[in-house]
T-cell receptor
Framework: KNEVEQSPQNLTAQEGEFITINCSYSVGISALHWLQQHPGGGIVSLFMLSSGKKKHGRLIATINIQEKHSSLHITASHPRDSAVYICAVGMDSNYQLIWGAGTKLIIKP | DTGVSQDPRHKITKRGQNVTFRCDPISEHNRLYWYRQTLGQGPEFLTYFQNEAQLEKSRLLSDRFSAERPKGSFSTLEIQRTEQGDSAMYLC??????????????FGPGTRLTVL
């Protein structure tokens, strides 16, 4: 079992739909990242959170430390949101990030 | 500051050749990380520097791979005798830490290596 699990693996939706991507982890963490990667592109950090909720534009990220679960929401989705969304966790005791496999999101116009 | 930069962005080489990639971190960042991402997979940790010291290496980093950060600023990742299995995106990230706690990593655009 991977230490960081994402669901769904693939998601196709229509423009305007509300999108939710989930991340569950099994280790104690210091922080959780949500990152975005466009096809053939580098990685862009969207959020780093260790508790609660963060919002940036149409993106919302939440984390529940007790349940070891985080969600990334996209409101009013747009085709330009099409990308791979990756969850990764960081720990004090281990400097490297532990990565989920990513969720490939396609938003159709 | 323009963030983390990597050079080259793309590299195509023939099997058996040596390649070297460069990463320039955000200037005040003392930590630098290398990751590898193969097609359809999430990134995998390769190695990590605190200033010029290489503190951790993944078992993925075979003896054909070597990384340096000679002055605690930019870093190079060299792959000797490349194999087709080395084809991947090589990602660099940097962060600032003042005490051992986890800090946010900022990523470069990556170098895509294709070994023919």
């Amino acid at each position: 079992k991977n230490e960081v699990e994402q669901s769904p693996q693939n998601l196709t939706a229509q423009e305007g739909e509300f999108i939710t991507i989930n991340c569950s982890y099994s280790v104690g963490i210091s922080a959780l990242h949500w990152l975005q990667q466009h096809p053939g592109g580098g990685i862009v950090s969207l959020f780093m959170l260790s508790s609660g909720k963060k919002k940036h534009g149409r993106l919302i990220a939440t984390i529940n430390i007790q349940e070891k679960h985080s969600s990334l929401h996209i409101t009013a989705s747009h085709p330009r949101d099409s990308a791979v969304y990756i969850c990764a966790v960081g720990m004090d005791s281990n400097y490297q990030l532990i990565w989920g496999a990513g969720t490939k999101l396609i938003i159709k116009p | 500051d323009t963030g983390v930069s990597q050079d080259p962005r793309h590299k195509i080489t023939k099997r058996g050749q040596n390649v070297t990639f460069r990463c320039d971190p955000i200037s005040e960042h003392n930590r630098l990380y290398w990751y590898r991402q193969t097609l359809g997979q999430g990134p995998e940790f390769l190695t990590y520097f605190q200033n010029e010291a290489q503190l951790e290496k993944s078992r993925l980093l075979s003896d054909r791979f070597s990384a340096e950060r000679p002055k605690g600023s930019f870093s190079t990742l060299e792959i000797q005798r490349t194999e087709q299995g080395d084809s991947a995106m090589y990602l660099c990230a940097s962060s600032f830490s003042a005490g051992g706690l986890y800090n946010e990593q900022f990523f470069g655009p990556g170098t895509r290596l294709t070994v023919l």
